[in-house]
């Protein structure tokens, strides 16, 4: 019985939230998973071992464990930009609308500055591997060709 808390992207954000409300597993999109009984910031190892504790606990094979995780088809592209802020331009913002409007209810979309590289990212995930492919594709083109003509 698990409830969900979405964050702004960062292990710090992550950290901060944790500590607000008393939680003690967070984790991103990243593979980064955090897991305050046992250190701050995101711990591969740590991560490991506890998994590994877990799967012992159940004494059961990881295959028949494993049958539990049903993914979400997702995918991530950057566009380089050389400057500018093509977020703020029209027909970008209306690629991005459009987007989240074929998504609907059965998907999501986050679009955004990376905070330590001149790119954009953008993530799209639902149920529909093909819907997915095309909003992603569909808005890295608007923002490649956007940032072309600038």
Same mark, same amino acid.
């Given at each position: ?9 960062? #292990? ?9 409300? /008393? ?7 990243? /593979?980064? *998973?955090? +897991? ?12 490991? +071992? ?60 986050? *679009?955004?500055?990376? /905070? ?9 995930e639902g149920d529909d591997q093909q819907l997915v492919?095309?909003?992603?594709? #569909? ?12």
């Amino acid at each position: 019985n698990l409830q969900l808390h979405r964050t702004k992207v960062g #292990d710090r954000y992550v950290v901060e939230h944790m500590r607000a409300h /008393g939680l003690n597993v967070g984790g991103e999109q990243s /593979g980064h *998973i955090v +897991l305050s009984d046992f250190s701050t910031t995101g711990d591969g190892l740590v991560s490991a +071992l506890q998994v590994l504790a877990c799967i012992k606990r159940q004494n059961r094979p990881v295959s028949e464990l494993s049958k539990k995780f049903a993914p979400v088809p997702q995918l991530l592209k950057n566009v380089h930009i050389s400057g500018g802020k093509p977020l703020e331009e029209a027909l970008v913002k209306a690629a991005i609308e459009d987007g989240r409007h074929r998504l609907g209810k059965a998907g999501r979309l986050v *679009i955004r500055p990376s /905070g330590t590289e001149p790119l954009i990212r953008v993530m799209a995930e639902g149920d529909d591997q093909q819907l997915v492919e095309a909003v992603v594709n #569909d808005i890295v083109g608007v923002i490649s060709e956007t940032r072309s003509a600038a």
